[in-house]
């Protein structure tokens, strides 16, 4: 799953092309999606996953970047939980993915490494449902630190620390190893040179 403040952050570069290209967009499962794109019904797929060697799909992931992680709370949680990070946050209430997001198997590692067992109030398959949930004060959620800035000010909270060693990876999966598409292409750089600008691009095979 691509938040959808780095989904916007990837796509807007599209409509600011010369030559006008309408964007359309489908949300839904990774295998859904790249059955679509198999059938040539999508230009890409943004993911947060490479193509998976389980999926029979002539593909190629191309690596937009990486961000690390920040937790985000309504200013009265943050305020609690800020001072003597991350220890802190033994006990602490939390919003989480679902567990089959990459972003919680992330975050669950984290935990054991720091010895932090959380207090697990809800989980959201949904990121938006989460953030807004956290917007009204129930617990502290992850989100991506490239678009911390955003995420205080949409959702009027505050950064309570960064989850650096927790990494997010960002994709365009394709079905073209050379990408040809304008819109698409306008994507890629942007990315590469304004978004995720410590990290360089790369394409790999799906298989």
Known sequence: VVPK???????????????????????????GLLGELALHALDIVLADTAIPSTVRILGHSHLLGESGVSLFASSKIATKYKKNFPTSLDGAPFLLPTSNAMLR?????????????P??????????TMKAFGQAGKGIFPGSTVVD???????????????????????????????????????????????????????????
């Not at 952050?9 to 295998?31: I, N, T």
């Not at 198997?105 to 067992?117: A, L, P, V």
């Not at 989980?123 to 938006?128: K, L, R, S, V």
């Open 149 to 207: 800035k955003e995420i205080s000010r949409q959702y009027l909270v505050r950064k309570v620390g960064d989850v650096p060693d927790v990494r997010e990876q960002f994709y365009a999966l394709s079905v073209e190893r050379r990408l040809k598409h304008p819109g698409v292409l306008a994507i890629v750089d942007s990315a590469q040179k304004i978004i995720f600008r410590n990290s360089k691009l790369s394409s790999k095979p799906g298989h």
């Open 5 to 31: 403040m780095v989904a916007y952050k990837l796509l807007k570069s599209a409509f600011a092309l010369p030559d006008p290209v309408q964007v359309v967009c489908w949300e839904g499962r990774l295998e």
């Open 105 to 117: 198997r992330g975050m669950d590692e984290w935990f054991s490494e720091k010895g932090i067992t």
């Open 119 to 128: 207090r697990v109030v809800g989980e959201f398959e949904d990121g938006a």
